[in-house]
C-alpha cells in the first residue's frame, strides 16, 4: 500500500483556516478555538500548523517560496556539537538564510543560542511544545535532565522574541488534552505581557509508514508497515505530507544507522530504570526505531525531499581535532 501525500490543503470557507480534510471541517475547525476560561483544546489538524506559521498561498497550497529550517534534539547531545562544528552550522544557517525557523521545543532551542549555532539575531518562528512536559510537569528523557529548565528556557525565548508561536502538542493515543493558557502565562511566562493567542496546539498522529516502500529498488524483506515515531521524526514526516518542499533541518540523526554510535554520549536519565540510562540514542527501550528513521532520513536528503545542513565529514573532522 503506497502512501500519498496530501498536496492540496483544505482551506475553511469562512475563515480561511487550513483544515486538514472536508469530512472533519466541523470538528477540526470547532476545537482548534480558545475557551472563555483560558483553555485550548487540542486540534485535530496538521495543516494548521501552515496557518501557524503563515504559509498559505491565496489559492490554498503551501508557499514553497518560504526556506524553512527545522531543528531538531540532536542537540541535546553535547559530545556531537564541538565549538568548531557549531560555528560551521552557524555559517550554514547564514548561507541559507532561511525565512522561517522551527525548533523542537524551548529547552532544545536555547541550547542552539547557547552554542552559537543561533545568532540572537535570528529569531524562532515556532517552538514545538509537549504538553505532557511543559503543562502537566511530565520530566523529559535528555541525557542530562540537570542541564534543562523549563521557565528559564521559556523566558529566554520570550525576552528574546514576542512574535515567536508555541505550538504545543500531545499525540493521538490521549485523544485530548487542555491547555490552561492563562496558567501557562503566569507559571512558563513568569506573568509578562505575553499575548496567549500565540500559544496555539495539535493533536497529532505518531504512526508512519516507511516512505522507501515506494521504491523499487528496496529489498521487500527490508519494508514495514506502521511505525511509532519519534516527535521531531513524525513533525518532518507532517511537513512533507502538507506539501513542504524547501524543508531544511539540523539537529537530526539523518546520517543513516551505520553511524559510529562511539561518538554519541550516555543517557543520564534514569526515571525509568534501564530504558534510557546508561544507553545511547540508537539503543533506548522505547517503542521508536532510531536507526530505521536515520536511515529514512537520509534517504529523503538523498532523495532531494529533504536537506540535511549537517555534515558528517565535517562533524568527524572536529571531534579529532579536539583529541
Known amino acids: 500500500m503506497k502512501k500519498k501525500r496530501k498536496k ?15 469530512v472533519n471541517f466541523f470538528l477540526d475547525h470547532e476545537i482548534n478555538v480558545m475557551h472563555p476560561d483560558g483553555t485550548y483544546d487540542l486540534g485535530t ?17 503551501v508557499n514553497n517560496e ?18 568548531s562544528y557549531c560555528s560551521y552550522l552557524n555559517s550554514k544557517i547564514k548561507e541559507l538564510n532561511p525565512t522561517k525557523i522551527i525548533a523542537h521545543t524551548p529547552w532544545y532551542a536555547k541550547k542552539y543560542y547557547d552554542k ?5 539575531s535570528m529569531k524562532i518562528d515556532m517552538v514545538f511544545v509537549y504538553n505532557k512536559h511543559a503543562a502537566l510537569g511530565t520530566p523529559m528523557q535528555v541525557i542530562n535532565p ?19 508561536t508555541y505550538l504545543f502538542y500531545i499525540h493521538s493515543a490521549y485523544q485530548k488534552n487542555e491547555i490552561n493558557a492563562a496558567q501557562a502565562k503566569s507559571t512558563l511566562f513568569n506573568g509578562k505581557d505575553f499575548d496567549i493567542g500565540k500559544l496555539k496546539s495539535l493533536l497529532y498522529d505518531r504512526r508512519y509508514f516507511d516512505p522507501r516502500e515506494d521504491d523499487p529498488n528496496m529489498p521487500w524483506d527490508e519494508k514495514v508497515d506502521f511505525i511509532n515515531t519519534t516527535d ?17 533541518i539540523i539537529g537530526f540523526s539523518a546520517f ?8 554519541f554520549s550516555k543517557y543520564n536519565y534514569d526515571r525509568e530504570g534501564d530504558r534510557f540510562h546508561g544507553k545511547t540514542y540508537f539503543d533506548l527501550s522505547t517503542s521508536e526505531n532510531q536507526r530505521l528513521e536515520s536511515d529514512i532520513l537520509k534517504y529523503l536528503c538523498e532523495k532531494g525531499d529533504l536537506f540535511n545542513l549537517e555534515n558528517y565529514e565535517k562533524l568527524i573532522l572536529a571531534l579529532e581535532q579536539i583529541k
Open 146 to 164: 540537570g542541564e534543562y529548565s523549563k521557565e528559564d528556557s521559556f523566558k529566554y525565548l520570550y525576552d528574546l522574541s514576542k512574535d515567536t
Open 66 to 83: 518560504e526556506v524553512v529550517l527545522y531543528l531538531g534534539g540532536r542537540i541535546d547531545d553535547d559530545a556531537l556539537y564541538p565549538k
Open 116 to 120: 552559537g549555532i543561533l545568532e540572537e
Open 8 to 22: 492540496k490543503i483544505h482551506v475553511c470557507p469562512t475563515c480561511g483556516v487550513p483544515l486538514r480534510a472536508k
Open 256 to 263: 543513516g544507522s551505520g553511524e559510529d554510535e562511539s561518538k
Open 45 to 61: 489538524s496538521n495543516d494548521n500548523i501552515i496557518a501557524y506559521l503563515d504559509m498559505v498561498t491565496d489559492d490554498g497550497y
Open 232 to 248: 521531531g521524526f513524525a513533525f518532518i514526516d507532517m511537513f512533507l505530507e502538507v506539501g513542504f518542499k524547501n524543508l531544511n
